[in-house]
């Protein structure tokens, strides 16, 4: 799939951020996420899919700090400066805020969490 398939489909992007464009795939109930042209150094455009999840809260769908803490904590994660945690194995999860996460009922789901291999 391509950036044009992807509007094609879908249509304009329900959301327009700095690094992506998110389009919903209702027949599917998925998020159809494409990193933007040229954030890449390579200018590639890079199209993925994942679950779509309503948050519980439509005007608050981001968990807490202290929400988000305790999901990392959950996994191993430990912080190690202001955005950036770590695993005892050494996995990074860098530049993590609330807004990449969502509140549903029933969990905290990360949505746009980087993830960097030692």
């Known amino acids: 799939m391509t950036l044009e398939d992807c509007f094609d489909k879908y249509g304009e ?3 327009v951020g700095s690094k992506h464009l998110i389009w919903k795939d209702t027949e ?15 200018g590639c455009v890079i199209i ?9 809260d439509a005007s608050a769908p981001h968990p ?3 929400e988000m803490t305790e999901y990392l904590q959950s996994f191993g ?7 950036d945690w770590r ?16 509140k549903t009922r029933d969990a905290v789901v990360p949505i746009d969490v980087c993830l960097d291999k030692p």
Not at 77 to 83: I, N, P
């Open 64 to 66: 807490s700090t202290e």
């Open 28 to 42: 599917q109930n998925r998020a159809v996420k494409a990193t933007r042209p040229g954030y890449l150094a390579d």
């Open 77 to 83: 994660f430990s912080q190690v400066s202001l955005d």
């Open 87 to 102: 695993r005892v194995d050494g996995i990074m999860a860098r530049n993590v805020k609330p807004c990449d996460f969502i």
């Open 13 to 15: 992007p329900l959301y």
């Open 48 to 56: 993925t899919s994942q679950p779509w999840h309503e948050p519980a």
